[in-house]
C-alpha cells in the first residue's frame, strides 16, 4: 500500500473518534503573520500531555528552529522540519531523506538567473546562500539562524535535505513555472507567498506524519492536522481530522476534511483543538 493511501477508517460512518495525535504546520497555521504563538498554546500543551494526546510540528524551517522555538517541550514532541525530510524524536532520527546532489546544484544553476529568486540550500546544521542582500536576509533569517553564506552553491559539500528558492515576487506565479521539470526528479511545492521548494522525490509532510503513526501505533482515524499551504498537501490525506486554516491556499481548503472558523492570527488551531478536548474529556467522564 502506498504510505499515504487513507486506510480502510476512511469508509465508516462518521462517529467521533479519540484522537491520539495532532500535528500542526507552523506559519500560516499556528504562527500569526508575526510568527508568534498563541498565548493559550502553552495552557493547552498541558492539557494535550495530561490527555495523552502526542503533539507534532510540521514545518518547511530546519530543525534547529523547531527545537529552540519548542525547547521547553523538544522531550515529548515530534518535529517533522523540512517539509518531513527530517524526522526526529528526542534527538533521534527517525527519517532522514536527502537529494541528489546533480539535482540540487541543477536547481540552483536554473535559479541564479532568475530576478528577485535565490537559492538556500538546507543541511541538517544550517543553511547556505550565496547571496547577502539586505532583502533575501530579511525574508530567510526568520526561520534560519545558522546559515552560512558561500561564494558557490555548487560547491557545497555536506548532504542537503532541502532546497528553497527566496522568491520576492511570488513563488506561485513567477518562480514555480520554471521548475516544473524536476516534479520527475523531486517534490516540488509551493511553501508560502515567498518560497518555493524542493525535497527528494519521497519526501513531505504527508510520509513524515504516517511515519510517527506507525511509531505509535496510532491510526488515521485518530490524528488530527492542521496546514495552510501546498507544502501540506499529502498532510492532509493521513488524517480524518484534516483542517484547513481559513486563511489556507484553495487548493488545501479543496483537500482537507475541515477548515477552521477562524485563521491564524485568530488562534484559529488552538481554538479547534481547544473544542476537541473538552469534547474528549466530556467523552471520557460519559464512559467512566
Known sequence: MDILSSPQEDVLPLQHFMIRLIVTDLDGSLLNDKKELPKKFWELEKQLVQQNIVLGIASGRPHHNLVALFEPIKGHTYFLSDNGSYVTYRGQELLVEMMEP????????????????????????????????EALLKQALQYYQHYEIVDDLTAVTEPILKVSLCDLVDAETNSYPHFKQFEASCKVAVAGERWLDFTALNANKGVGVKLVQQQLGIGYAE????????????????????????????????????????????DGVVRVISYELALQEQEMLRIS
Do not use: W
Not at 102 to 122: H, M, N, Q
Open 102 to 133: 546533480e539535482t540540487v546544484f541543477s536547481i540552483v544553476r536554473k535559479a541564479r538567473p532568475l530576478d528577485k529568486v535565490y537559492p538556500v540550500l538546507c543541511g541538517k546544521d544550517k543553511a547556505y546562500m550565496e547571496n547577502t542582500q
Open 223 to 266: 490524528t488530527m492536522v492542521f496546514g495552510d499551504y501546498l507544502n501540506d498537501l499529502e498532510m492532509m490525506k493521513v488524517a480524518r481530522y484534516s483542517y484547513a486554516m481559513k486563511n489556507a491556499h484553495p487548493g488545501i481548503i479543496a483537500a482537507a476534511a475541515f477548515t477552521t472558523d477562524f485563521d491564524n492570527n485568530e
